[in-house]
């Protein structure tokens, strides 16, 4: 039983020990903002927008786009299309009598995919910035410029942004978020931060280089590629956009696992990344190897094994330890932990990621899913 309570002490130990690390570096560092030497700079631009079955929302979107604070004759839209509704017509309608931004639609005659269809828009992206957004998200009106400002400087070649907003109201979501903003101004202080975001990340058209058709993380493979060929990419809280969320225990894996398949499957994959390349391969790998890969079995090991250490010692009253964990979901799910939201928010993660591993270690996950209707109508 001793053995138990002791197995029990270390493994918690373990598992908080590397966040008290990551604490203590912040607390010290507490840095802000982007790291880059931020300069006015007005680039030509290519925005690229991949759309499967959008034809609800894909309207608000092009508004969304057109009304950007950016001389529009400086901006193309490279549209890659794969959808069997209405989507390609709606985007032509829109076009019709417009003449800028200049708008490239590839029409897929069959989906392949998010990645290949993407690589194709890149090819296609003529101008000297190129940014990527999601057709289910909102882009802050200065976001152009921001970005190009972090391009200016000229040791960075890839900018993400922040989610400003969570579009349906997801206190799960904004409490992860603000969580990560933090951790990922930190580590683009450091070198460059690894995870780069859906609704709005760009890249220098010079770094881009083609993404393996079956990611599941298309813009943060892409942005770990530029990184391995020399340049930095950094995270900017002043890009701001907005996206839909979930927080429903279970439609969030829906949305959540998935992206953890794609992040966990690109770490492996560039292992041998660790280590290399300054403060990136050194701290901002192995920290993301941790938290994505090692932390979810722990925390679950942990949690097994200090309940049977609590019935173990207290017998009966030990089934309090998974009642208090089940209180924990049940009210994190429903937004109702207040300041302790974002803690449950950081738990959402680690079951997302223990998921995803279990599903990648069943050879599951390949390049296409099914569009979420529910945060389709969070958007509207
Ligand atoms: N061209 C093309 N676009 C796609 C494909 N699959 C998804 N998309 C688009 O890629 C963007 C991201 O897809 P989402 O389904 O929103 O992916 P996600 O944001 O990870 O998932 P959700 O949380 O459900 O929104 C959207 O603009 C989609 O319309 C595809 O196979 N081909
Ligand atoms: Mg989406």
């Known amino acids: 039983m001793n053995l138990l309570v002791a197995a029990a002490g270390a493994l918690v130990a373990v598992a908080v020990l590397p966040y008290l690390a990551f604490l203590a570096i912040y607390a010290t560092v507490r840095p802000s903002g982007s790291p880059a030497e931020k300069r006015k700079a007005e680039p030509t ?14 309207e608000r979107k092009l508004d969304d786009v057109c009304s950007l604070d950016y001389p529009m004759e400086k901006v193309e839209l490279v549209v890659v299309d794969s959808s069997d509704d209405e989507t390609p017509e709606l ?17 897929e005659t069959e989906r392949r995919g998010l990645a290949p269809a993407l690589n194709d828009a890149y090819a296609a992206a003529s101008n000297e910035m190129v940014v990527k957004t999601d057709c289910d998200s909102l882009v802050g009106d200065d976001a152009l410029r921001e970005a190009a400002a972090n391009l200016s400087d000229p040791s960075v070649a890839a900018v993400t942004g922040t989610n400003a907003d969570v579009l349906g109201g997801s206190e799960v979501e904004a409490g992860y978020r603000g969580v990560q903003a933090h951790v990922q101004t930190l580590e683009s202080h450091l070198d460059s931060t690894l995870i780069f975001h859906g609704p709005f990340s760009a890249f220098e058209n010079d770094a881009i280089r083609p993404i393996d058709p079956n990611s599941l993380a298309d813009d943060t493979e892409l942005a770990l590629k530029i990184r391995r060929g020399g340049d930095r ?5 002043a890009i701001r956009y907005k996206e839909a969320s979930h927080s429903d225990f279970r439609k969030r894996r829906l949305q959540k696992d998935r992206r953890g398949m794609g992040l966990i499957r690109l770490l492996v994959q560039h292992r041998d990344a660790l280590g290399r390349y300054g403060k990136y391969g050194q701290i901002v790998l192995p920290f993301n190897w941790w938290f994505m890969i090692a932390s979810p079995w722990l925390l679950a090991l942990g949690a097994v094994v200090v309940t ?23 009210s994190g799910q429903k937004d109702l932990l207040g300041p302790l939201q974002a803690v449950y928010g950081v738990f959402d993660a680690q079951v997302s990621l223990l998921l995803a591993g279990v599903e990648l270690l069943r050879g599951k996950g390949d390049g296409t899913w099914e569009v979420d209707e529910e945060l389709r109508e969070a958007f509207e």
């Not at 985007?91 to 029409?107: C, K, M, S, W």
């Not at 990419?233 to 809280?237: I, L, N, Q, Y």
């Not at 010692?313 to 979901?329: D, H, K, R, Y």
């Open 45 to 58: 631009v290519s925005i690229v927008l991949p759309t499967y079955n959008e034809s609800g929302i894909v």
């Open 91 to 107: 985007i032509e309608e829109y076009f019709a009598d417009r003449e800028h931004p200049q708008l490239n639609l590839i029409r």
């Open 233 to 237: 990419v950094v995270f900017d809280p």
């Open 308 to 330: 049977a250490a609590a019935v173990a010692t207290a017998g009966l009253a030990g089934i309090a330890v998974p009642a208090a964990l089940t209180a924990f979901v049940w």
